[in-house]
């Protein structure tokens, strides 16, 4: 399952992050703010326009991620 | 061959703060230093520099060095870039830092653990500063310093960015501290250099500390996740933004209209007194009209750039801001920008000028050119004076019902056709230059809701006057002045029956571009009028009354102006002028401060021709359709 699609609320682990040849620099952003394999992630909430963006709490730290952001990274129920 | 370049730099020992974003490491940056700072930009880019001294025992002082907040010491923004090159040592006109500061978020050490790992890699002699150490505390986060320390096989010290004296561990250290090269060579870290990125295996050696200091549980504030539930809110959440922008601009009208009338009568009194010490002349026309009337016009919208940024500052500082970008994103994102874009628009409303200088937090090229490009839609405060004759001249002051006048709705439209015609700009440029399989990252933090720091405000005010008054004061004053001459010369011939400045450059020129204004309903008055009103638009309020030949001491004019236009003007040719200036291509100084944040002259003349291609529309359909409902 990737981010986007999780339910709010739902605790989850970062399990990888898509690599996609077009969005390497995304890829990175994403690991230097804390997507990291194994770390904590949830989404606390969706912005009332076609819940985008996304606010994401990973790790201790939280995040506003567009949806297509969001849809990068795999996930697993922890 | 390439020339080798000496560079001779400062004796005195230079640290560089380096940390996160909202590692509250700004603050740290204020108290080390004070008030006092030099707020420059790095060589050839537009990121902000800020060094300031910390004068540790009488005369003796070390430079402090406030690099951009970075999430790891890979670069990817120019930011990040900025600040690996200078921890590289390859920044160009700066001295490789003698010592780093790494200052980390005590309530978030599993995200900010990682760039110490990464600067101690750079091999520079490194201090690890544990910052909000007492919001740590009151979490139950309880950090064993001494072990942290032993961990990172670096000094460790706690710190209070907030809080006056909350430096004094860091102040003590440092008194004590040997500042030579071989004092320095202790607090090397003894690794491997290396700077490529290591984040997974370098998150493995955070989360072994963490769990070492039984740092591991994750703990967050309650609070921020009370507040988000209603700042936040699906429905709540953008009301409330509504309601808090609102008081902004009820602020910066209302609480501005004193001091501005203040400085208003002080120019004028100052321009009476050295108009009296001096003989007629063009030294006296040139000091009153040019010089004083320009500074003047410069000065008379501090108070309410000041009370803008006030509240830009106390929503940044507080967390608030991020947050109303990222309510605001999708509206944006419709448009083709991001929240990001946001920020630099609302200040816009003051003025163009620090709304443009306020783009350089946008990462995306595109989309900061976007930005700047529309932010001269925002109704500057400038072109209130304008709106305000036109209004008074031609709008009755009927009811419309509710409390709510024909005039202020007017008004209103005003502003809000200025907000439509920008995000039909925005939409339009996507088209043309959006590339539809990029991604427009946002990926913004979130940061945990803070009491703004009086004193951070403070500073962050005076740097912000600063800059406005050094950069904007001499473009529009020179500008002025040029202005100045063109509107005095050649000077009327000996009994002349006209106005003098129908004879000047101003108006010879003011006459040609009368048959271009013509078919949108200017008459050659107005023609001429606009073109002292390139220096600010205010400007034209005053011209108008010259060009009508009522008195050469034009402020307080506007009343005496109203029966002459209302007279003189049709309803087409003043509902016309209002449409231009909706529109109408920014002023010189605006136009300036584009050439220097987009490094040269493409991006302004862009500017320049397409306001001034939908200015030109925007009064032609109005007046057109005035002239057809019989206004003419």
Redesign the interface.
Known sequence: MNLDQATNGQILRVKRIHSLP??T??I???????F?????VSV??R????G??M?I?V????????K??AALVEVEPL | MSESKVNFYPKEPLIALVGNPNSGKTSLFNLLTGGKQKVANYAGVTVERKEGKLFLSGEKFVRILDLPGVYSLYPRSLDERITCNVLAGRAEGEKKPDLVLCVLDATNLRRNLRLVLAVKRMGLPCIVVLNMIDLAKKRGIEINVARLSEELELPVVTSIGVKTRGDDNLRQMFSNMDFSKQGLKALQANVELDSTPRVEADNQIVQGILKRLDLDKIILDPLSDRLDKFLLHPILGPFLLMVILFLVFQAVFSWAAFPMELIKDATEWVGDLIGELLPEGWVRSLIVNGVIAGAGGVIVFLPQILILFFFILVLEESGYLPRAAYLLDRLMGSVGLSGRSFIPLLSSFACAIPGIMATRTISNTRDRIVTILIAPLMTCSARLPVYSLLIAAFIPDKNLGMGVGLQGFVLFILYLSGIVGALVIAWILKRFTGNKSQVHPLLMELPEYHLPGFKNILIGLWQRVLIFLNRVGGTLMALTIGLWFLASYPAAPLGATRPAIEYSFAGMLGKLLAKVFEPIGFNWEISIALIPGMAAREVIVSSLSTVYALSSNAQQDSEALIPIISHQWSLATALSLLAWFVFAPQCLSTIAAVKRETGGYKIPLIMLSYLFALAYLASFITYRIALMWGMG
């Open positions: 077009q969005s620099e995304l990175h952003q994403l690991e230097d703010i804390g990291i394999p194994g770390e904590q606390l909430r912005n009332i326009l076609g985008d963006p606010m709490r790790g201790t730290s939280t995040f506003a991620l567009r297509n952001e």
